[in-house]
């Protein structure tokens, strides 16, 4: 596989031509957070305002019909990227919306089962008793973890979690025991934000059927880093953010499978979600729109439809190949800095690119400060993932994380600017 | 920012561990961060209020509590007040520092410019006012 072409790909984002911190080269190792974006992603968004802009799936003009045109082109072209159908996908504000979304379903549906009201064809199984159970993991980002605390303690269902081992990984000697016949949902995530570590889905997907409970896959971290397609995972659902693979902020994705979206009440209800209407009561549509109430985000949805395009045009076997690559020199370089140790699995396979460390004697913070001054920018904190700094006993750690525009002169910086880091508070 | 003075503070804490008898403890945390602090306050007779603390965190937030040590423990609610005011205004940079009120804490003027930090440096001092009014506020109830 043809390596990646990193100068080319950097003309493309219009950050890079800026500086940091008095004239300092801009060395991106955030994009876990949220990643820069391409100048083709910011040409569709802007032309869609300057030529097609219209309130979508309203009204019979011209534009609204080219407006919501490009939005369901949108919505087919991003289906397609993880081979889905188009009416499979449901556009939120973020993946945390779109985890909300399904939590508050199961909520949803017990809270009318209990007062006896209509609900869709197959929503029992989104009806939680006292003592079902909602199953997690330790190493789950806050967005995977409190919508489903919040769904127990609503609805007196248990949570339970599925713990992490010594070297991050999640603890498959425990699936038996925490997944059970009482489990409604396993909720996990792909790639852990904070350790890097991906999981191994078959056991968890096998678990989790043999005992009828759906399975909500955390997203974030694998759809814009490698190839995905929901007709391999063996998964319900998949819930991802587009600001993460250069697409726009203030959208995001959930793809369920089309009969159990179908199942589901509706969360955020108003306007576009409807079938019928009376003052005493409405039916609704069918998904996606069941869940999309409102004007929606067209022209974010057109923005991560060209952040598709341009993943594609790379191909994303590429794209998870540059990315090992340099994760396997940052796991290199940190491994000769004395002081450093990797939160999260040492070696590179089954592991993407977020890379967290702590350096003995240093908080991540001060470390974070020096990078910064040096123009490399990281992230420092727990990373909406405590429970995972408490297992690993760090207060918090500082977190490289890599993308298609960086390249092995960013390793070197990162590394350097530890050692500068070391130096300067003498540790 | 790393001020000399800041580094001393951050490698030789000055004031930290905790001691009893107190009349009121608190737990602040910054939670983007994981800065953590616990602080306890003891009032006297007369009004002057004794500090202790155990904290862990990032420079900054260790410097902090260690200059918030020596410059107010021991003093009156209103003097310790003032001093977590002029902090708050200096690090808004609406102030210019003064040494009189804040001794080794006009070194954290430049934490100003890093919004980022700005917490850290707050959170012994936050915590403390927290702590000092509800001691005041049980022994009202007393
Ligand atoms: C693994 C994981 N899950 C969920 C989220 C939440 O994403 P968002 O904040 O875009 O909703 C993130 C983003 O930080 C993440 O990395």
Redesign the pocket.
């Known amino acids: 596989m043809a390596p990646l072409d990193v100068t080319a790909i950097k003309r493309d984002f219009p950050i890079f031509n800026r500086t940091v911190r008095d004239g300092r080269r801009l060395v991106y190792l955030d994009s876990?957070?949220t990643s820069q974006k391409p100048v083709q992603v910011l040409d569709a968004e802007r032309e869609f305002y300057e030529k097609h802009n219209a309130a979508v799936h309203r009204g019979a003009h011209q534009l609204a019909e080219e407006a919501t045109d490009a939005f369901e082109h949108a919505r087919l072209n991003i289906a397609g990227f993880i081979g889905a159908k188009a009416d499979d996908l449901v556009f939120t504000k973020?993946?945390?919306?779109a985890i909300n979304l399904v939590a508050y379903s199961f909520l949803n549906a017990t809270l009318k089962f209990s007062r006896g009201k209509d609900l869709p064809d197959g929503a029992e199984r989104f009806v939680l008793a006292e003592g079902d159970e909602i199953v997690v993991s330790e190493m789950e980002?806050h967005?995977?973890l409190i919508p489903w605390q919040e769904l127990a303690d609503k609805t007196g269902a248990v949570l339970r979690w599925i713990g992490l081992t010594d070297d991050g990984r999640l603890d498959e000697s425990t699936y038996a025991n925490v997944i059970t016949n009482r489990t409604k949902i396993v909720s996990v995530?792909h790639q852990?934000?904070l350790l890097g570590s991906v999981t191994d889905l078959a056991p968890i997907v096998k678990a989790a059927r043999a005992v009828g409970a759906l399975v909500l896959l955390?997203a974030?971290?694998s759809v814009p880093h490698m190839p995905v397609d929901v007709s391999e995972l063996g998964v319900d659902f998949i819930a991802w953010?587009g600001?993460?693979m250069l697409g726009p902020l203030g959208i995001?994705c959930l793809w369920g499978k089309s009969e159990i979206l179908a199942a589901m009440p509706p969360f955020i209800t108003g306007g576009s979600m409807i079938e019928t209407v009376h003052m005493e009561s409405s039916t609704f549509a069918l998904p996606p729109k069941r869940f999309e109430a409102g004007v929606p985000m067209a022209a974010q949805a057109v923005g991560l439809s060209a952040a598709v395009d341009y993943l594609n045009r790379i191909g994303m076997a590429a794209v998870a190949a540059h990315e090992h690559d340099l994760t396997q020199a940052v796991l290199r370089e940190l491994a000769e800095i004395d002081g450093v140790r990797i939160i999260g699995p040492k070696d590179s396979t089954n592991r993407g690119s977020a890379i967290s460390f702590v350096l003995d004697g240093l908080h991540p913070h001060d470390v974070g400060q020096i990078l910064d001054e040096n123009g490399v920018a990281v992230r420092v904190g727990h990373h909406?993932a405590w429970p995972v700094c408490r297992r690993y006993s760090v207060p918090a750690t500082t977190r490289a994380t890599f993308y298609i525009y960086n390249d092995m002169e960013d390793v070197q910086a990162l590394a350097d600017g530890i050692r500068s880091a070391k130096k300067f508070f003498g540790v | 920012m790393y001020q000399e003075i800041i580094l001393d503070h951050y490698k030789h804490p000055h004031g930290k561990g905790l001691t009893e008898p107190f009349d009121a403890e608190v737990h602040h945390v910054n939670p983007t961060c994981g800065d953590e602090i616990t602080l306890r306050v003891k009032t006297s007779a007369d009004g002057l209020i004794a500090i202790s603390y155990d904290n862990q965190g990032c420079s900054i937030s260790q410097a902090s509590a260690s200059i918030m040590f020596d410059q107010i423990n021991g003093v009156t609610f209103a003097a310790g007040e003032q001093a977590v005011d002029h902090l708050v205004l200096m690090l808004q940079r609406e102030v210019s520092p003064d040494e009189d009120i804040l001794g080794d804490g006009i070194a954290l003027e430049g934490v100003a410019q890093y919004p980022a930090r700005v917490k850290c440096a707050l959170l012994a001092w936050m915590a403390w006012k927290d702590a000092a009014i509800q001691a005041s506020s049980k022994g009202e109830a007393k």
């Not at chain 1, 973020?94 to 919306?97: I, L, M, Q, S, Y």
């Open positions: 876990g957070a973020n993946a945390t919306e980002h967005a995977n995530t852990s934000n955390d974030c971290q953010s600001h993460k995001g909406c």
